[in-house]
């Protein structure tokens, strides 16, 4: 079980490549039993996104219990979202993330 670990995917509405990911998204997700993962369209849940400035979509936050471990855009690769995740599970946080990140994954479990 990956009880904890959420995978958020910010993406818009109006943008092709994240359409392109939706399936990607699911179907990796479904691969680790547990994993949370959420599709958050950054217009519609602009509340949620606060601050985060996404200038490049789709972009990939993966959070821990302690925290942001990865936050950034991929591309819709299957095996480059599962090493993320899999280094996510492995307690690697992958790269350092801003604090408007860490404001926003604190929203979101708090909304869980």
Known sequence: MHEGLVVACLCAAWCRLCDDYAPVLRAVGAEF???RVEWIDIE???DL???LDVETFPTIVVIGPEGPRF???LTPQPE???RV???ALAGTMIAPVPAEVTA???RLMQGA
């Open 33 to 35: 039993e547990g994993l």
């Open 44 to 46: 519609d849940e602009a």
């Open 71 to 73: 936050a950034g855009p």
């Open 49 to 51: 996104v606060g601050d």
């Open 104 to 106: 926003f994954a604190a």
């Open 80 to 82: 480059t979202l599962r």
């Open 85 to 87: 995740i899999q280094a």
